[in-house]
Nanobody
Framework: QVQLAESGGGLVQAGGSLRLSCAAS????????MGWYRQAPGNQRELVAA???????NYRDSVKGRFTISRDNAKNTVYLQMNSLKPEDTAVYYC????????????????WGQGTQVTVSS
């Protein structure tokens, strides 16, 4: 089992920045991909960004150039730096850890954090 503890999130004005953190514990040696998904009311959960231990990243198009995902393998922690936030980024953001590559490619799979709310006001 893998447990994920998220921090960060909150309310910010459009154009502002936030940083999300997610620390994994438990059977972390089995983790391949770590990343962030988000879900807005009435929408499906969607991949925001993911990273594997070797550093390869995958971003959804709408956040490219604004969000940066990074990973500290020694601390089993993944970060999401979100800049130039837009109201359409408003959602609950979920940390994801997956033993496979499904999570990396946007197929919801593996373990999930409890979610943290990000609200961007216009």
């Amino acid at each position: 089992q893998v447990q994920l503890a998220e921090s960060g999130g909150g309310l910010v004005q459009a154009g502002g920045s936030l940083r999300l953190s997610c620390a994994a514990s438990g059977s972390t040696l089995s983790i391949n991909s770590m990343g962030w998904y988000r879900q807005a009311p009435g929408n499906q959960r969607e991949l925001v960004a993911a990273i594997v231990s070797g550093g390869r990243t995958n971003y959804r198009d709408s956040v490219k150039g604004r969000f940066t995902i990074s990973r500290d393998n020694a601390k089993n922690t993944v970060y999401l730096q979100m800049n130039s936030l837009k109201p359409e980024d408003t959602a609950v953001y979920y940390c994801n850890a997956d033993r496979t590559m499904r999570g990396f490619w946007g197929l919801p799979s593996g373990y999930w954090g409890q979610g943290t709310q990000v609200t961007v006001s216009s």
